[in-house]
């Protein structure tokens, strides 16, 4: 049974997950990953995180982290399992490389998504905020002593990704 963490993928058009323009490999604390999503005062948009695992027996959930947080009023959705029934693709594979995840699974949720949805109030134009998502599948195989960092008793955490937050005042 092949062990490895779950990591953010995207479809095709790249709508899921806020990918860079640069190809990376490991999105975590790599700001070059990370796309700049602009928000306008007042308008509400949505970013989608989303995840796979390439274990396909492994569930997996997707969490916003604490650090750096949430500006006020964001609204975060729930970690909501995805059917595998789309070919996905991660961030190498947005460049042209052939996509590494089958398109079916075993499991009943080794693909997970999770959204923050806002619509920025006024005292937040021209302000920057970054939001990270991580997600965590539900293999122990690995959370031994001198195991893998990330591998725990809960589960085996993928890379972090973040998103950079662009807020813009109203154009009148």
Request: charged content about 20%; overall charge negative; proline content about 8%.
């Amino acid at each position: 049974r092949m062990a490895a963490p779950p990591v953010f993928v995207t479809d095709p058009a790249g709508l899921y997950t806020p990918f860079g323009d640069r190809l990376v490999i490991d999105t975590t604390d790599n700001a070059a990953a990370y796309r700049t999503e602009k928000f306008r005062v007042g308008e509400e948009k949505t970013v989608t995180f989303l995840a796979q695992d390439p274990n396909s027996k492994d569930a997996i959930e997707v969490f916003i982290l604490a650090s750096p947080g949430i500006p006020r009023g964001m609204q975060v959705g729930s970690s909501e399992c995805v059917p595998t029934n789309d070919m996905m693709c991660k961030t190498s594979d947005v460049q042209g490389a052939p996509a590494e995840f089958v398109s079916t699974s075993s499991s009943s949720c080794s693909r997970a998504k999770r959204s923050i949805t806002w619509a920025p109030g006024p005292e937040t134009a021209g302000q920057n905020f970054t939001v990270c998502a991580v997600a965590r599948d539900d293999s122990v195989l690995c959370a031994r002593e001198g195991g893998p960092a990330f591998a725990t008793p809960e589960g085996w955490f993928g890379e972090r990704h973040c998103v950079r937050i662009q807020v813009e005042d109203v154009v009148v």
